[in-house]
């Protein structure tokens, strides 16, 4: 069973930035996806960003295009979502999801990037808060 766990959230102001990170574990296979997910009170889970390990490509959610930043650190198995630019509509619970099944589609990954149901492990999940 992959293990995830988050780090890195926080109250920020509107306007600041703030670095989650996503350390993995118990990865065994070579074709995956791994990124970020969010859930604000009374909201659906809805992808934020994600990264195909074998296809190296980024997906990102509309809310967060040219705002947050996905990358990786291979060596560490770590993912991180760098934010900048917060709004106080970025406030949300942030969740690590690992994927095999979208990793296996190759190409095709891209366009169920966001699918919640199609991500098989979580993290315990991170809060971020955007606030004066």
């Known amino acids: 069973q992959v293990q995830l766990v988050e780090s890195g959230g926080g109250l920020v102001q509107p306007g600041g930035s703030l670095r989650l990170s996503c350390a993995a574990s118990?990865?065994?296979?070579?074709?995956?996806?791994i990124g970020w997910f969010r859930q604000a009170p009374g909201k659906e889970r809805e992808g934020v960003s994600c990264?195909?390990?074998?296809?190296?490509?980024?997906w990102y959610g509309i809310p967060v295009k040219g705002r947050f930043t996905i990358s990786r650190d291979k060596q560490k198995n770590t993912v991180f979502l760098q934010m900048n630019s917060l709004e106080p509509e970025d406030t949300a619970v942030y969740y690590c999801?690992?994927?095999?099944?979208?990793?296996?589609?190759?190409?095709?990954?891209?366009?169920?990037?966001?699918?919640?149901?199609?991500?098989?492990?979580w993290g315990q999940g991170t809060q971020v808060t955007v606030s004066s």
């Open positions: 999801a690992y994927s095999e099944r979208i990793g296996q589609r190759g190409r095709t990954w891209y366009y169920v990037a966001g699918a919640v149901d199609l991500y098989e492990s």
């Open positions: 118990e990865i065994t296979v070579d074709s995956y996806v």
């Open positions: 990264f195909s390990v074998s296809e190296e490509e980024t």
